[in-house]
């Protein structure tokens, strides 16, 4: 089984920024593919932007040159680095990670707050 921690949300004023942690543990050699989701209240969750074991990355359209995903494999560890931040972009944030045979393991939310 995989373990997820996360951290970095807070409260950032529009146009801020702020990078959230994910850090894995336990199985993590079966990983596929790790990711930041949110959820906004009343709104469906949301892929954010997805790192694969090899490297490459798939992002929503809505964040696409603010947000940044990276991972360090040394530390098990996947990064967002969320930058011109917006209202907008306020929800709680999830980490997923994907294992090979298509099991989802998620973290416990961390809130992201963007507001003047």
């Known amino acids: 089984q995989v373990q997820l921690v996360e951290s970095g949300g807070g409260l950032v004023q529009p146009g801020g920024s702020l990078r959230l942690s994910c850090a894995a543990s336990g199985s993590v050699f079966s990983i596929n593919a790790m990711g930041w989701y949110r959820q906004a209240p009343g709104k469906q969750r949301e892929l954010v932007a997805r790192i694969t074991r090899s490297g490459s990355t798939d992002y929503a359209d809505s964040v696409k040159g603010r947000f940044t995903i990276s991972r360090d494999n040394a530390k098990n560890t996947v990064y967002l680095q969320m930058n011109s931040l917006k209202p907008e972009d306020t929800a709680v944030y999830f980490c997923?990670?994907?294992?090979?045979?298509?099991?989802?393991?998620w973290g416990q939310g961390t809130q992201v707050t963007v507001s003047s």
């Open positions: 997923n990670a994907l294992s090979r045979s298509n099991y989802d393991t």
